[in-house]
């Protein structure tokens, strides 16, 4: 990696991105309703995997919903895993739905 990455919300795509050197590399989806945010999908693209971005992005992503104070729905695997990797993160997900995302 030549540039340091940059993270962005797109909020009119709703989505949060990673750039590097000019390009998306890696992409998150979410959906905003009142008091809550569910996140969909997270993908990084061949030739970027492996480098630590998307978890880089979900960091960035959840620190942003915890600064606005949102419940967190991890419908992405992904998301999910890396809320049950970092614990300072879990109170973001409903205590009455971490069940259903083995966050219990």
């Known amino acids: 990696m030549s540039a ?11 989505r949060y991105e990673v750039h590097l050197d000019g390009e998306t590399v890696a992409i998150a989806d979410y959906v905003k309703q009142p008091g809550t945010v569910s996140f969909t999908h997270t993908e990084t693209f061949e030739g970027h995997k492996g480098q630590g971005l998307a978890g880089r992005m979900i960091d960035r992503a959840l620190r942003d919903a915890q600064a606005e104070e949102l419940a967190v729905i991890p419908f992405c695997s992904f998301v999910s895993d ?7 993160f879990r109170e973001l997900v409903p205590e ?3 069940n259903e995302f083995g966050l219990s």
């Open 4 to 14: 340091e990455p940059e993270i962005v919300d797109d909020k009119e795509q709703s």
């Open 82 to 88: 890396y809320i049950a990797q970092h614990d300072e």
């Open 96 to 98: 009455d739905r971490r």
